[in-house]
């Protein structure tokens, strides 16, 4: 049959792709809450009934019921025929565990879809905020949205960050890190902790610094930091280094996936610049977008642009309505914030990664520290490029 060449038609294909996307997502979200894929993995190729999985979880056997065959219509379960005197076993389907049942695998994508229902239940506030130019705080999202954040991201940060990242993006820190130097770290947007667990946990004469300004997580990082038993070498601090500036200075400053969602990033990049030593680095993890705005763009510009809209730029917009970034935080953007602080360039460092770029923020020693102490004013933060 031929394709459609009806624009009403592909339209509608289109939203009602979006509409399954979405429920997919929200059952997802569901189904990791209730504990099923963990359930449905441990159980292996015998797979669960509806009452079976039901029990092992706690849940409705009817409900139960009904995700299992949500989920093997969309393809994440397999279905077996019911035989005699049993109902119809379910089992995960190639791939489903390594995606949604492992929270600690480098592939776990389950927290994604708990981060778009946790948007999705303050749909209404993002409109009132449409329409008024004002934001929503990262703390008004919930714990649910906190706690996704930082799920998805803690298994790169822990694993690939302290090594094989470091490596490609800063040769020179990482030598210095294999020879056995105890060098100062600034976890600067620390979130839940897990750049600075990973960093500790590898090299074990690595002291951190983990800033962040949201109470509610920074008591996460704190807990996070004691449960993998660093906290005697991870000091998290509820400190907005933008508005004050720490008393140390550090051999390595860096700010992982943070900085579009600051309202005003070049205080807090001038702030990076001038707590860290003459000999060390600055590096920055943000999102790996197009450099220019084109339309129709690929998943991962579909992706930034959906989360900017629910999240980051509500977020952001509740410290600087006019200039927040967003998610869709492009290079040129990047690298104008870098030189606006003080810096010489933010240089793309050659690191493999979907969805994060990372950038080296490199200084001229020759240059005078007001000009970054003049940027360091939120009313110098001037207007993101276009997009």
Partial sequence: MEP?????????????????????????????????????????????????????????????????????????????????????????????????????????????????????????????????????????YGPDMMRAQADVNAPPLRTLLPDAWLRDALPATHARLESGEALLVADVGCGAGWASVGLARRWPRVRVHAYDVDPATVALAREVTASHRVADRVEVRAHDIGARLPEERYDLTLAVECVHDLPHPVPVLAAMREMTRPDGAVLVVDEKVADRFTAPGDEVERLMYGYSTLICLPDAMTGNPEHATGTVIRRPTMQRYAREAGFTDALERPVEHDMWRFYELTRDSARSTSSATSAAHPQDSVTPAPP
Wanted: negative net charge.
């Fill in 4 to 140: 459609s060449t009806d624009p009403v038609a592909e339209r509608a294909s289109a939203v009602l792709e979006a509409v399954l996307g979405a429920t997919d997502a929200l059952t997802i979200a569901i189904g990791t809450e209730l504990g099923y894929y963990r359930a449905l993995d441990h159980a292996g190729a015998t797979g669960l009934t509806p009452a079976g999985l039901a029990v092992r979880v706690g849940a409705s056997e009817r409900y139960t019921r009904e995700w299992l065959e949500q989920q093997a219509v969309a393809g994440f379960l397999l279905a077996g025929e019911p035989t005699t005197g049993e109902e119809r076993r379910f089992r995960l389907a190639p791939g489903t565990a390594e995606v949604l049942a492992w929270p600690d695998a480098l592939t776990t994508m389950a927290p994604l879809a708990t981060m778009v229902a946790a948007a999705g239940a303050q749909w209404r506030r993002i409109v009132a905020g449409a329409r008024t130019g004002s934001g929503l705080g990262w703390s008004e």
